[in-house]
Nanobody, 119 residues
């Protein structure tokens, strides 16, 4: 299984971006998908999650501005980011926990996509 994240770029404060994360490979069930972000020199922080059992959750700093969604027909997860702020600048990573009969539950990470919010 591979995750490919893309959609990052340079945007002005107040602008919008949509990140995508495409999953390829063989798997049976997606238990959990999430977006994280990381600023150089700091830990990787959770931004939003979409869990098959627990539903959708956001970190307080992005509530009302970011929306996580999935398109199961395309094996793709999205992060719509609106009203972007300079403090949203980071490398964004997608993560998925997937289950298959051969591997059990495994976490997979995308390669990261840089979002820069600056005027």
């Amino acid at each position: 299984v591979q995750l490919q994240a893309y959609g990052g770029g340079l945007v002005q404060p107040g602008g919008s971006l949509r990140l995508s994360c495409v999953a390829s490979g063989r798997f049976s069930i997606i238990n959990h998908m999430a977006w994280y972000r990381q600023v150089p020199g700091k830990q990787r922080d959770l931004v939003a999650t979409d869990d098959r059992v627990r539903g959708i959750k956001y970190v307080d700093s992005v509530k009302g501005r970011f929306t996580i969604s999935t398109d199961n027909t395309k094996n793709t997860m999205y992060l719509q980011m609106n009203s972007l702020k300079p403090e949203d600048t980071a490398v964004y990573y997608c993560k998925a926990n997937m289950w298959s009969p051969t591997t059990g539950s495994v976490d997979y990470w995308g390669q990261g996509t840089l979002v820069t919010v600056s005027s």
